[in-house]
């Protein structure tokens, strides 16, 4: 048994992003959201993920803008302390340590180094009674401070952060608890409290849901459950105050949002239909209807001009002020709970699971984004709580990828039970997966499981239902119409002693078919339906079932009520070995012989990774969760990890992912993959294998250019460097394109950059001047030699006349002011009256 250090679970992806609302830059290019332990920053033109702020051991419970710095932003998290990043450039500058599990976070123009802090109070050990307290952030030069002086504000407030807000710039701070509206004044250090009747003659529900409050105007917006909403006017006294009543939503209002001017007031609930009032004018409201799931926040930017709503559905939707929707940020959609298995398409390696209601979403796991989602139901699904509608329940791929089957059904009681089976061929030309089959009437009773066969010759699908049948379906031509496409049909229907079929799975080579029965298992001969052998000991009834893969093919792994984890061998139709375990999940590696299981006990999950042919565990982790896991998957890499410990062989080929009960999506990492992550993330490599790209070309296309100039033929004096172009053609490869300046911008930058120096050039003048200074004296000496043989012979024919002679530093001086500019001069004296 192997157990190390290096191997710790993190986050995957896939965390919530709507657990609060959203923020957008200043600049309104950016939204950042919490999700798991992380900050993550998308654009919102494009929608992409551009980086994550990562630096909390616990889930991030609030952000906001730092109001003294828009570039930057304050986090909170469950782990009790705030950090402060820039998140341009993804630095963290400063982690506050409070000491307390933190809910969420507000921040006040009118105070200054100051911060707000919601978290529970100090006396309640449930956790139930919460207050909001201030933190004054002490300026140290230290990455870490802890914060020592912390100020109660008001206690007893609601646990739901949206029943918090501050108004006026800080001037005062809402809450709401129950039936109870509290405003509490800094300045007068006074609370005023207002109350409302559980109900009234009409029926209403008056409990507080969300407030929000006027940013110039003294006026508070509050959200109600009988999807009402109320302007409060005139707090500013107990017995003058006065509200009036907004009504469109039919149910509990989940957010609420003025505008930067205050000139709309924005609102959002169940219905998926975003609601602008304007201010003032109570009669006028546009609607944005069909946004998807449920709305449960609303975030303005600064200006004004996008609008963010979050959806119960994991989603963010980027809004235009012209109530446009711009952008979709889609998250891993998580509902109540996982209806499907984890599976993986074999063609694009993505997570299915089941998505929004009646669909089959396709998650990329490398690049945590949201691929497409699938229709299956095909229904327009309606929200409102206890209608009775079509949900997809079982799914299943084969091995290359190219058939789908689903199983959606509608009923609670099997009297009312409706499903269909369906199967979907994949489309090349559309890269999606087409309705080929539908058989309403696959089984009397529900269908338990099903699975394809594992040979990719010939395709088979084995479904399992309560009617206490397992039946196999096959392609077949339809001779009716004539065509060449096939469709699906029964070709074999089995039972044993009239038990209930619950599991079943095929063989590596699908030569075997095992289908549980209670505490048997049968084993069956695909290519005849022959009923080959029996498995019943030891008893209990048989709770999940696997065969083994490559080397390991030979034999069987069942577990079973009774707490057993059982491996048969099918050559000699024996129980190999066993052991007493409780495994709420087994899950197999496509490929290798590794089984990971899944144990459940003391409140805690465990994790063991062994092979079948050996009952000692590979590797083993304790306390891989508080929650048990029934849906894990093993997803292949698409390049094997080397240089692995021996404790980590196991995670070379595939990378295992599990499902918690709370819907967090988790995997275990080693630290050689989370470094070679960290550093993909932060720059790109360009090496001899990159494409040649018209960026290739201006990169690295005159680098042998550059050695051929190093030879000793060409002096270095000679060439013209390029060290300022290369550096900035690399800056602009490594720079993610969202964050660069617009392209007008770097083009005058790009071109002067392979411009020669005026340095270079100045030297190049110089040295010019010089050959020519050098070559003009030669000449000057020759022209002197000359003009001294002449002298000579005027000398010679005339005695009187008498001749001047220069020297070659005089000359020199000479050649010196013949080239100096007087322009100026004449300038000067014509510029004189």
């Known amino acids: 048994m192997v157990e190390k250090s290096d191997i710790r679970v993190v986050r995957c992806g896939g965390s919530k992003i709507n657990l609060r609302p959203p923020i957008i830059s200043n600049d309104s290019r950016f939204v950042l959201c919490a999700s798991g332990d992380l900050v993550k920053v998308y654009s919102t033109r494009t929608e992409e993920w551009l980086s994550s702020l990562q630096g909390h051991t616990n889930q991030v419970t609030g952000i906001a803008f730092n109001p003294a710095n828009h570039l930057q932003v304050y986090s909170c998290s469950a782990d009790g302390t705030v950090k402060l990043w820039d998140y341009i450039d993804g630095i963290l500058i400063k982690t506050f340590i409070i000491g307390y599990p933190l809910v969420s976070l507000y921040v006040s123009e ?58 006026r710039g800080g001037e005062y701070v809402a809450f709401a608890m129950h039936l109870q509206l509290n405003v509490y004044f800094f300045r007068k250090q006074k609370t005023y409290s207002f109350s409302l009747p559980a109900t009234d003659k009409k029926g209403a529900r008056n409990a507080f849901t969300c407030l929000a409050c006027h940013p110039t105007d003294d006026c508070i917006a509050t959200g109600h459950e009988d999807g009402k909403i109320r302007l409060w006017r005139n707090f500013h006294q107990k017995k003058e ?30 219905e998926s239909v975003l609601v602008q009032w304007q201010y ?13 799931g449920s709305i449960l926040h609303v975030s303005a930017s600064s200006d004004g001009q996008l609008f963010c709503t979050s959806h119960s559905d994991n989603k963010i939707s980027v809004i235009e002020s012209s109530f446009k929707v711009s952008g979709v940020i889609q998250g891993l959609v998580k509902g109540d709970a996982v209806l499907t298995d984890l599976m993986t398409d074999p063609r694009s390696k993505a997570l299915v699971l089941n998505g929004k209601p009646g669909h089959l979403q396709f998650y990329s796991l490398l690049r945590d984004k949201h691929l497409y989602n699938l229709a299956i139901v095909e229904q327009e699904y309606i929200y409102e709580a206890g209608l009775d509608q079509f949900e997809v329940v079982k799914a299943a791929f084969d091995v290359k990828g190219s058939w789908l089957a689903t199983v959606e059904e509608r009923g609670q009681k099997s009297s009312d039970l409706e499903f269909f089976l369906k199967l979907w061929a994949f489309d090349e030309t559309t890269q999606s997966f087409v309705l080929n089959t539908t058989i309403t009437a696959a089984h009397m009773d529900r269908i338990i499981s099903m699975c394809f066969s594992s040979s990719e010759e010939t395709t088979m699908l084995v479904t399992t239902a309560e009617d206490g049948q397992f039946k196999a379906w096959c392609q077949d031509a339809d001779e009716d119409t004539q065509q060449d496409q096939n469709f699906w049909s029964c070709d074999f229907v089995g039972s044993y002693h009239n038990l209930k079929p619950k599991n079943c799975s095929f063989s590596a080579d699908s030569s075997l078919l095992a289908v549980s029965f209670r ?5 069956w001969s695909p290519d005849t339906w022959e009923l080959l052998t029996t498995l019943c000991q030891p008893p209990g009834e048989i709770r999940d079932l696997c065969f083994g893969r490559l080397s390991c093919s030979k034999y069987l792994l069942g577990t079973t009520t009774n707490n057993l984890l059982c ?15 409780e495994v709420s999940k087994l899950q197999p590696d ?40 029934h849906r894990a998957i093993f997803v292949p890499r698409e390049e094997p990890l080397n240089g692995c410990d021996e404790s980590s062989q196991w995670l070379n080929r595939s990378q295992l992912y599990f499902l918690t009960q709370n819907m967090d999506l988790l995997t275990f990492s080693i630290a050689t993959e989370e470094d070679r992550m960290l550093s993909s993330s932060k720059r790109l490599l360009i090496d001899d294998s990159v494409a040649v790209t018209p960026f290739y070309l201006l990169l690295g296309k005159h680098r042998p250019q550059q050695q051929k100039l190093d030879t000793p033929s060409h002096p270095a004096a000679d060439k013209p460097k390029h060290t300022q172009g290369s550096v900035t053609i690399k800056e602009l490869l490594h720079t993610p394109a969202h964050v660069l300046p617009a392209a007008s911008v770097l083009c005058s930058m790009f071109v002067s950059s392979l411009l020669i120096s005026n340095t270079e050039g100045e030297e190049r003048e110089s040295s010019e001047q010089e050959m020519d200074s050098e070559k003009e004296e030669e000449d000057s000496e020759g022209e002197m030699e000359t003009r001294d043989s002449q002298q000579e012979l005027r000398a010679q024919g005339s005695v009187d006349e008498v001749t001047l002679k220069l020297s070659k530093a005089q000359e020199r001086e000479l050649k010196k002011v013949r080239k100096t500019d007087f322009s100026w001069m004449a300038n000067l004296i014509d510029s004189k009256p």
């Open 110 to 167: 009118k105070h200054d180094g100051v911060i707000f802090l919601h978290l529970p109070m100090a006396t309640d050990s449930t956790n139930e009674r919460f207050q909001l307290v201030s933190a004054h952030l002490p300026k140290s030069a230290e990455q870490e401070v802890e914060v020592k002086e912390l100020s109660g504000v008001c206690s007893n407030i609601s646990p739901n952060p949206s029943c918090t807000a501050f108004g």
């Open 241 to 270: 105050y006065t509200y009036s009543t907004l009504h469109w939503h039919h149910n509990a209002v989940n957010t609420l949002c003025f505008t930067p001017e205050g000139t709309n007031l924005l609102s959002g609930g169940i």
């Open 567 to 581: 491996c048969w061998n099918l050559l000699t139709c024996a129980l190999e070995w066993s052991t007493s375990v």
């Open 519 to 523: 505490e048997v298992i049968t084993i």
């Open 280 to 292: 003032g004018q109570d009669n006028k409201k546009e609607f944005l209807p069909r946004l998807g």
């Open 590 to 629: 496509p490929l290798s012989e590794n089984v990971a299981a899944f144990s459940y006990q003391s409140k805690h999950t465990d994790l063991f990774v062994f092979k079948p042919s050996e009952p000692r565990p590979l590797f083993t982790q304790k306390k891989v969760c508080s929650e048990k896991v």
